[in-house]
């Protein structure tokens, strides 16, 4: 798969009561998070994890900081993971 083939990932919505029971969330402290790197505007953007949410159903979404057209305007963002404009910057610094 070449950039160009590369999609931008679609943000995932929240939990709600309907899909059942409520995720298990892990946070980390600032000093300690992962990170994603997140495609979009046709670079792969820097975003620290601030929380994963472990779904009833078997989902893993991740929800990130992210500066989505490069003007430094952060926005908190939610994706399901896996997918192809998604990759793993950095796990845990302790990890």
Do not use: C, F
């Amino acid at each position: 798969m070449t950039v160009d083939d590369i999609p931008e990932p679609t943000p995932a919505r929240p939990w709600s009561p309907d899909d059942g029971a409520r995720p298990e969330v892990r946070t980390w402290p600032t000093g300690n998070r992962p990170a994603l790197r997140v495609w979009s505007g046709g670079k792969w953007r820097y975003a620290p994890v601030k929380a994963r949410q472990d779904w009833a159903d078997g989902r893993v979404v991740y929800q990130v900081e992210v500066d989505l057209r490069g003007d430094t305007h952060v926005t908190t963002v939610l994706y399901e993971w896996p997918q192809p404009g998604l990759r793993v910057a950095h796990p845990p610094r302790d990890a």
